[in-house]
C-alpha cells in the first residue's frame, strides 16, 4: 500500500483521539470510493470499533459492514452478497517516518509506521484489501434451487468421497 495517496472519505481522524480509547464509528457511501467501488462494493460502508492508544502505539480494532455485488453461481443472476468483517491495524508512531509506510507482511493484521505529527490515516486501501479477501470465491444467490435433476443427498455425496472412508474407520473403532 502506498502512504502517498489523497485522503480519502474512510479516514481515521488521529489527531481529534485523546486518552486512551477512543471511539470509531463511519458510514460512508461505496460510490465516495473509487477503490471500493472497483472491489465491486454496492451501498454504504459502516465502520465501527475503537483505537486502544498508547504514547508509541495504537492498536486499531474495527468491524466493517457492507455488500458486494456478486453473480450467482447457478442462475448467473446479479445479487448483493453481505459481508461483516474484522480489521485490526497496528500502527507504531516514529519520528523518522514521514507521513505512512506500510509493511507488507502477509499477516492478518494491516500495520505500518506513522509519523508523530500525522493527524488523518485513510484506510480506504486496507478496507478494500479485507472486502476483497472476504468476498466469496463461487457466491450463490439465497434461496437459489439446485439444477433440474440434481438432489441435495447427491451434492452431499459428491462432495468428497474419502469422508466415506473416515466414517468406516470411525464405524470400526466404536
Known amino acids: ?7 480519502g472519505p474512510l479516514v481515521l481522524p488521529l489527531a481529534r ?17 473509487a477503490v471500493l467501488q472497483e472491489a465491486d462494493v454496492v451501498g454504504d460502508v459502516f465502520v465501527e470499533g475503537h483505537a486502544d492508544i498508547t504514547p508509541r502505539e495504537i492498536v486499531v480494532n474495527l468491524q466493517v459492514r ?16 453481505p459481508l461483516e ?16 509506510v506500510w509493511e507488507d507482511d502477509g499477516e492478518d493484521v ?7 505529527d500525522l493527524r488523518e490515516l485513510d484506510i480506504e486501501e486496507v478496507v478494500r484489501q479485507a472486502v476483497v ?3 466469496p470465491i463461487s457466491p450463490v444467490k439465497p434461496g437459489t434451487p439446485l439444477p433440474e435433476g440434481v438432489l441435495e443427498e447427491d ?5 468428497d468421497p474419502r469422508w466415506e ?7 470400526s473403532l466404536n
Open 133 to 135: 479477501l472476504e468476498r
Open 165 to 171: 472412508v473416515l466414517r468406516k474407520i470411525r464405524g
Open 17 to 33: 483521539w485523546t486518552g486512551l480509547r477512543a471511539q470509531i464509528s463511519l458510514t460512508v457511501p461505496s460510490s465516495a470510493c
Open 110 to 116: 494491516f500495520e505500518a509506521s506513522i509519523s508523530e
Open 155 to 159: 451434492v452431499q455425496e459428491a462432495l
Open 66 to 81: 457492507c455488500h458486494t455485488r456478486e453473480i450467482c453461481g447457478r442462475s448467473l443472476e446479479e445479487f448483493e452478497h
Open 85 to 100: 468483517l474484522p480489521v485490526q491495524i497496528l500502527l507504531h508512531r516514529s519520528l523518522t517516518v514521514q507521513g505512512v
Open 1 to 7: 500500500m502506498s502512504g502517498s495517496s489523497p485522503i
